[in-house]
């Protein structure tokens, strides 16, 4: 055991909390950043040039608390939104990780449960344990499929006060069908379970996909959570939001602390919510990159998985962390999630992404990485 674990193991951490590692992508200093599903385009000069000057503006009253309601955004963001919604059904904090954590903050806790289904987001278990929250792993089909019947099979059986549904999921990249929510939704009535929909890639879904907001009327119970970290290119300024009834917001309102969104925050969001158009410029090229990816990652005889998002799941590969290793040496960093035989690549500009196909090409090319052709 290391000097620091050592340090900390004589603390009085809550027991839920020993042994569990923070999540923690690696932030390496290489050419092409291709491992978190960023929007790896610039922000247009326009959008900068309005961020800074409503950040200015801001910065000018700095001395005073911000709206604690954050009223402009939540209008803004409901007007983004649309499908009927208003800003009482908007909610926002920093990041989307901060809006699950009130969540289970307000509804979960000591004595209950969440329910996700592995593989997906590795922050759920996380968030879990840092509100003290009982995880439940449930289980997905072949090829990481789940159907409706099994998720709510599964629902039934235990019970959980909240389910998160990641669509598109992380790492797989591919969306729900509605009839997965719904059913989902309906498995959690005797359970009186919070149902989450975490849209976080929805804007890259392919044409057709439909999103979980336009089954919000109607469902108390149901919140659909957004970021504007990925197709608004804003990582950096850490904004999440979610869409639901407004009692949602009203529970939240008790677990958020005082002043939760700055007002650099505010003027951020609320400057790119503004210039929508010139920010989402970039989503059809990365859509076009990915697709470019799934593409020649076939042809190479991988198996990549069809993707709703700004990113793909690959399998096939016999030696994932020796090609995750060659691919960091020739200055091209993925993500290696853990699944054996599979990587994610985020898709980037068209540069990065031929960068990633050449690099890949060649380690395939190579005695030690050579694809399986019987997956693994």
């Known amino acids: 055991m290391s000097d620091q674990l050592e340090r900390l193991a004589k603390l009085p951490l809550r027991e839920n909390l020993r042994g569990i590692e923070p999540y923690g992508a690696p932030q390496l200093d290489v050419a092409v950043l291709l491992n978190v599903n960023e929007n790896t385009h610039p922000l247009p000069e326009s959008v900068c040039r309005a961020i800074v000057e409503d950040v200015t503006a801001a910065a000018l009253s700095l ?93 039934v059986a235990e019970a959980p006060n909240v389910v998160i549904l990641c669509s598109p999921n992380n790492p797989t990249g591919t969306a729900l069908g509605l009839d997965v929510v719904e059913a989902v939704y309906d498995a959690g009535q005797a359970s009186n379970a919070v149902i989450i929909v975490d849209e976080a890639y929805a804007e890259f879904a392919l044409e057709g996909t439909e999103s979980a907001l336009t089954l919000l009327p109607g469902r108390e119970r149901l919140i659909v959570t957004r970021t504007m970290s990925k197709a608004f290119a804003l990582a950096g300024a850490r904004l999440g939001y979610l869409a639901a009834a407004p009692e949602i917001a009203d529970a939240l309102r008790l677990v958020r602390l005082p002043y939760h969104l700055s007002a650099v925050t505010q003027a951020t969001a609320n400057a790119a919510l503004k210039q929508v158009d010139a920010l989402l410029a970039t989503v059809e090229d990365i859509k076009g990159q990915r697709d470019r990816i799934v593409s020649e990652l076939t042809r190479l005889g991988l198996e990549p998985a069809v993707s709703d998002s700004n990113f793909v799941f690959f399998g096939g590969l016999e030696h994932a962390g020796q090609t995750w290793q060659g691919l960091l040496d020739a200055g091209v960093l993925v993500r290696d ?40």
């Open 63 to 155: 001395n005073r608390y911000p709206d604690r309601e954050f009223t402009e955004l939540r209008e803004r963001l409901a007007g983004y939104l649309g499908h009927g919604l208003a800003a009482e059904n908007m909610w926002a904090a920093n990041g989307s990780n901060e809006v699950l954590q009130q969540i289970l903050q307000a509804f979960g806790g000591p004595g209950r449960t969440v329910m996700s289904f592995p593989p997906t987001y590795s922050m759920y278990p996380l968030l879990a344990s840092g509100t003290d929250t009982s995880y439940l792993a449930g289980k997905r089909g072949a090829g990481f499929a789940l159907s409706a019947a099994s998720a709510a099979e599964q629902v």
């Open 337 to 376: 999630v853990g699944i054996p035989g599979h990587l994610r690549v985020t898709a980037g500009t068209e540069a990065e992404t031929t960068a990633f196909l050449t690099a890949l090409e060649a380690l395939l090319s190579s005695r030690d990485s050579v694809p399986s052709r019987h997956g693994s």
